[in-house]
């Protein structure tokens, strides 16, 4: 077994989408960031990375390259996903936490959980999604931002039945 940690913030501004989970937001601001800046799903693929042992999202979607401007991080969750897989691991679970004052992500948690399932190819059951505020402290308690943590479980697939 192998444990990964993944953190992710982003700044809130004016003129973007909200993007949490691959869910899009009913809100004012969005965050802003070189792809499509979704703290959340950048977490959990740091965290898939650091499980794997394979360095950090910035390694392998530069912010530097063009190819990756107003990507959709949940498709590179996906390449994450296979890379991860092309080693021989899979996901076991995944934990993760958002940090916001606002919006509310108690309704739009069972989509953000289905989505992160899909990109990941895991039992939805064995994802789950958090989310707190920091009680109006700090950048996100302020609305200056949203932060994001998430934890990975990978096993090595079973090759005695191949």
Sequence with gaps: MRIGHGFDVHKLVEGRKLILGGVEFDFPLGLEGHSD????AHAVTDALFGA???????MHFPDSDPTYKDASSIGLLEIATKAVGSLGYTITNIDATIVAQAPRIAPLRADIVWNLAKATGVDPARVNVKATTTEHLGFTGTGEGIAASAVVLLTEKDTSQD
């Design 37 to 40: 800046a979704d703290v959340l």
């Design 52 to 58: 794997a042992g394979l360095g950090d999202i910035g």
